[in-house]
């Protein structure tokens, strides 16, 4: 969604041919970030990939989508196989255009090492492939990097780091939980601000239910937030209620603390058919107010299609 400001200035233009002056306006569009969510849960496909465009660089954040293996004990039907393919198509196509591409940890629906040329000639943050890392991760991240050897232009450690293009920083959190405890490793929290527009992508926190996972969003103070959302679809089985009450707290304390106009929970939150009435205190809290709390589906202008979370409906549909 491309937020610009639209300047108009009138002037008077002397014709001396005729000896008449005429009224112009003088229209200048100031493009400010562009927000595009590529892949996501809400569009029927396991993914955060999101393309950032700011009037000094272009961002990639986690071009990888993937499916959930097995749901109600079925695997991925044939809707969520093609949609998957499309998605990765448009994933692909930003691709190309991006000058830096973010991966945020290694799980494959959020990078794809079978497509090393995606890299090519790229900057690359990635998460710290060898600390903060669980052992899985680690051995992802040691074959991603093996299949990339020489292909961008230069590879860089994201974790706690920040960085500058012109008029647009980036910056990135210390490495926070995968989810509310570091059994699945860790991942970058990652801040975009251009001057005009504060976004920030949070990766796959399933929340944000730990201190240190919303503070990064406290302390930045996003206008706009991409949101992995509570791991509600699990809940009571290995996502604790407690877990999701934490999580409400904390959105919540963002609404509160924070100048945040649109919050976008999506990803792990969107695999949960009951997703809407989960945050049923968030929606009272922006009742009156600016503040939207959408799907990334909603953001972009396209139809909500937990299509994972509805896999037993497809396959009775479809049989
Ligand atoms: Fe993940
Ligand atoms: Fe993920």
């Given at each position: 969604m491309p937020i610009s400001f639209i300047l108009s200035f009138c002037a008077m233009k002397y014709d001396f041919a005729k000896n008449t002056s005429h009224l112009i306006i003088l229209t200048i569009i100031i493009q400010t970030m562009k927000i595009i969510p590529l892949a996501f849960d809400s569009f029927g496909a396991r993914s955060m990939a999101t393309y950032i465009e700011t009037r000094d660089i272009k961002i990639l954040f986690d071009p990888g989508v993937a499916l959930g293996p097995s749901r109600y004990r079925l695997p991925p039907h044939k809707k969520e196989i093609e949609r998957e393919g499309e998605l990765w198509e448009d994933i692909r196509d930003k691709a190309k255009i991006s000058d830096l591409l973010i991966v945020t940890h290694y799980h494959y629906d959020h990078h794809?090492?079978?497509?090393?040329?995606?890299?090519?000639d790229k900057t690359l943050f990635i998460k710290d492939?060898?600390?903060?890392?669980n052992y899985s991760q680690k051995n992802r991240a040691k074959y991603f990097l093996e299949q990339i050897?020489?292909?961008?232009?230069e590879i860089n450690t994201a974790d706690n780091s920040s960085f500058e293009y012109k008029n647009t920083k980036i910056v990135f959190s210390k490495p926070v939980c995968?989810?509310?405890?570091?059994r699945l490793g860790y991942v970058v929290e990652t801040l975009i601000d251009d001057g005009k527009e504060r976004f920030i992508h949070t990766s796959d926190?399933?929340?944000?239910?730990?201190d240190d996972q919303v503070e990064f969003i406290l302390e930045h103070n996003p206008k706009t937030l991409i949101l992995d959302g509570?791991?509600?679809?699990l809940l009571g089985y290995v996502y604790p209620s407690k877990c999701l009450e934490k999580s409400i707290e904390n959105i919540i304390k963002i609404i509160d603390e924070t100048d945040i106009g649109t919050i976008i929970p999506d990803h792990h939150?969107?695999?949960?058919?009951?997703y809407v009435e989960r945050l049923k205190d968030v929606y009272e809290r922006i009742e009156g107010t600016d503040v939207k709390v959408i799907t990334a589906a909603e953001y972009a202008g396209r139809d909500v299609e937990l299509l994972e979370a509805r896999r037993k409906e497809l396959y009775a549909k479809s049989s």
């Open positions: 794809d090492p079978n497509y090393p040329e995606l890299y090519k492939p060898k600390n903060n890392i050897k020489d292909i961008p232009k995968h989810g509310t405890n570091n926190v399933e929340g944000p239910a730990l509570p791991m509600s679809y939150f969107t695999r949960d058919l009951h």
